[in-house]
């Protein structure tokens, strides 16, 4: 009997396609995944911050292209797969992590626009991204698809009611997509980050931060982009193909911790 089976941990020539690969934890994962040997679609808004980061790949020896889309646009997102279908000539690896957070009271004048804006971009691009990628994905009956909530995806703060809304939705949408494509080949899980040092946590202030974190998280920090990078990598190896449905958490501890 073999001692163990071929299952590896080599995403080597895999396609990932990565949203909002410009900055943060989009970034990182890039980077990641491309010093991993896949081959990276750098996914974003805005084309120099793209730019700047695909050459920031190329020039460790990886391969990446840019693609410019708003994820919360349908028609941009069946283009985006289009070309980057066109471009690798398919896609193994979806990872769902372009978001935004927009601070608004529930009696705001503008609530009903940020409502819209933030589930657009958090949660029905996730849905749109999937059913254009779907028939690549399936192709070789090993996709992956990791999306990007928070611990605003299994508990809640005061002010984010959109954002919290919305990321309660991934974690639910990551189970039912489980559900229903696990016989289709494709996983579906997903990746809780707590509080990392990233553009959308770069205007609170150090001290701040500092504070949150001693008072509510175990490891007394914030998290790296590369850590939850790491997390998200876990979820998409070939060695990971019994993972489906998973919500799995990088928070230091955050979610758990009563006192
Ligand atoms: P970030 O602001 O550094 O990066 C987000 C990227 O998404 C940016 O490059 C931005 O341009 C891109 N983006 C936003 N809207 C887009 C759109 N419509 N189309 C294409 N790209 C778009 O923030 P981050 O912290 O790295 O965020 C990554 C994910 O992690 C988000 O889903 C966020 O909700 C989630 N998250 C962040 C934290 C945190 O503490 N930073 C905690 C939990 C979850």
């Given at each position: 009997m073999a001692r163990l089976s071929l299952l590896s941990r080599s995403i080597e020539g895999q396609v990932a396609l990565i949203t909002g690969a410009a900055s943060g934890m989009g970034r990182a994962t890039a980077h990641l995944f491309s010093d991993e040997g896949a081959r990276v679609a750098v996914v974003d808004r805005e084309s120099e911050s793209i730019s700047r980061v695909v050459d920031e790949i190329r020039n460790a020896g990886g391969e990446a292209q840019g693609f410019e889309a708003d994820v919360g646009n349908a028609e941009a997102i069946k283009g985006l797969i289009r070309d980057v279908t066109q471009h690798y000539g398919g896609l193994d690896i979806l990872i769902n992590n372009a978001g935004i957070s927009r601070p608004v009271r529930i009696d705001a004048e503008d609530?009903?626009?940020?409502?819209?804006?933030?589930l657009d971009v958090n949660l029905t691009a996730h849905?749109?991204?999937?059913?254009?990628?779907?028939?690549?994905?399936e192709q070789k009956g090993r996709g992956r698809v990791v999306n990007i909530a928070s611990t605003e995806g299994v508990g809640a703060q005061?002010?984010?009611?959109?954002?919290?809304?919305?990321?309660?939705?991934?974690v639910g949408l990551t189970r039912a997509m489980a559900v229903e494509l696990g016989q289709r080949g494709v996983t579906f899980n997903c990746v809780c980050p707590g509080p990392i040092e990233t553009g959308m946590t770069a205007l609170i202030p150090d001290k701040s931060k500092e504070?949150?974190?001693?008072?509510r998280v175990p490891l007394g920090r914030y998290g790296d982009p590369e850590e939850v990078a790491h997390a998200t990598l876990s979820l998409v190896l070939p060695a990971a193909s019994?993972?489906?449905g998973a919500v799995l958490m990088c928070d230091g501890g955050l979610s758990i911790q009563n006192s």
């Open positions: 609530y009903e626009a940020s409502w819209s804006e933030t849905i749109r991204l999937l059913r254009e990628s779907l028939p690549f994905l005061p002010n984010v009611s959109a954002y919290t809304a919305s990321k309660h939705g991934v504070k949150f974190a001693r008072r019994y993972i489906n």
